[in-house]
């Protein structure tokens, strides 16, 4: 069983900052990849930041105010967000691929923090 747990999210005014954390938990033996997805209502969920190995990609209208991180030790995945806009309001959501202790390999999600950009 394998359990990612987001935290951070609130409401905030435009221009302020927040980071969101993700705890992954349970029988794990490697995270490969590891990203954060958001969705605004009426909208898909679209990838915001991805980071494997030494390697982060970011979709355009966050680079330059968002950094994505993870503390391997702690299975812990970060993303750092400044300047924030009304437009970034959505529920933010962490994904890893993992493989088991089992050996089995799929991706994971957490349960989704909301994030509101409001004056």
């Known amino acids: 069983q394998v359990q990612l747990v987001e935290s951070g999210g609130g409401l905030v005014q435009p221009g302020g900052s927040l980071r969101l954390s993700c705890v992954a938990s349970g029988s794990i033996f490697s995270i490969y990849t590891m990203a954060w997805y958001r969705q605004a209502p009426g909208k898909q969920r679209e990838l915001v930041a991805a980071?494997?190995?030494?390697?982060?990609n970011y979709t355009d209208s966050v680079k330059g105010r968002f950094t994505i991180s993870r503390e391997n030790a702690k299975n812990t995945l970060y993303l750092q967000m400044n300047s924030l806009k009304p437009e970034d309001t959505a529920v933010y959501y962490c994904?890893?691929?993992?493989?088991?202790?089992?050996?089995?390999?799929?991706?994971?999600w957490g349960l989704g923090t909301q994030v509101t950009v409001s004056s």
């Open positions: 994904n890893a691929g993992i493989k088991t202790l089992n050996g089995g390999s799929r991706q994971y």
């Open positions: 980071i494997t190995s030494g390697s982060t």
